[in-house]
């Protein structure tokens, strides 16, 4: 059987590997390349080495602006969402009635896309700000705080089943023989539950990073960066660079390097970190 496997490895790993280098590889590497030239379209590109990256951060003072945004709203949501969903799960394995229909309904949110949501969220924010006096766009406040309610409205019933799954996965004996040892249930929680989830945790926190720090569409749609740029964050930063200013193409090439490799550092260690707490079941 073995065999089989490598003798044909090759013929069944090529077309994934092709379509992979087409619409992944090629395209980044290109992009990269890009981001060291002037150009409005690949063919006509001119080489003027770090300028671009230069622009990015002396000639953008709304590209810091939007990476500190998106840092401030990153970790918020990253914890919010994670202790949103790690809670939903420890009651949702408890056995109690209506299990299932819960968990489906908390899961929903996710299957719905963020250009919509950031809408429905831009409806409800203002009709509970509308009374007051002001809305969604009025203060940055309002904007910031309106897309942690949508990312966790959105993902916290997507992580909640990965955290229950780990939760499941726990052996009975070890809350068993904690109990017989005279274990609280905070004590259960915190020496037994979270070192075992970990995985959970490690996968959870790692979706919940990438998914805010890269978060485009929903910021898009609920503000759009206002009130004055205030609420832009990275994606939405770089895709007006590239398609909003003539001759800065190359500038948004450049921050969208930036913004991998800072991403990917981010993204690496926290699952270095995270992993390396992991316990054996």
Do not use: H
Request: hydrophobic share 50%.
């Amino acid at each position: 059987m073995q065999q089989a496997l490598k003798k044909y490895f090759a013929f069944f790993v090529l077309p994934t590997l092709t379509a992979f280098c087409i619409s992944f590889v090629i395209p980044f590497v290109s992009g990269a390349a890009l981001s060291f030239t002037e150009f409005t379209t690949v063919t006509n590109a001119r080489f003027v080495g770090l300028s671009n990256y230069a622009k990015a951060f002396s000639e953008s003072a709304e590209f810091l602006n939007s990476l500190w945004f998106t840092i401030k709203f990153t970790v918020v949501s990253v914890i919010a969402v994670n202790a949103i969903a790690f809670l939903l799960a420890l009651l949702l394995t408890r056995g109690i009635k209506g299990t299932n229909l819960f968990r489906t309904v908390f899961f929903m949110p996710n299957l719905i896309g963020g250009i919509v949501l950031g809408y429905i969220w831009q409806l409800i924010i203002n009709g509970v700000l509308y009374p007051r006096g002001v809305t969604l766009l009025a203060d940055a406040k309002y904007g910031f705080w309106g897309m942690v309610v949508l990312m966790n409205w959105q993902m916290a019933g997507y992580m909640m089943i990965i955290y229950i799954a780990g939760i499941q996965n726990i052996s009975g004996e070890l809350t068993e023989a904690a109990s017989i040892d005279g274990a609280t249930p905070f004590q259960t929680l915190w020496k037994i539950t979270v070192p075992m989830v970990m995985p959970s945790i490690t996968i959870c926190t790692f979706l919940t990073l990438t998914n805010s720090f890269k978060m485009f569409d929903q910021n898009l749609a609920l503000t759009g960066g206002a009130p004055s740029e205030q609420t832009t964050m990275l994606a939405l930063n770089i895709y007006k660079t590239f398609y909003g200013r003539t001759g800065y193409e190359g500038v948004g090439q450049a921050k969208a390097v930036i913004f991998f490799l800072l991403l990917a550092a981010v993204a690496l260690s926290q699952l270095w970190l995270t992993r390396s707490r992991e316990v054996e079941s």
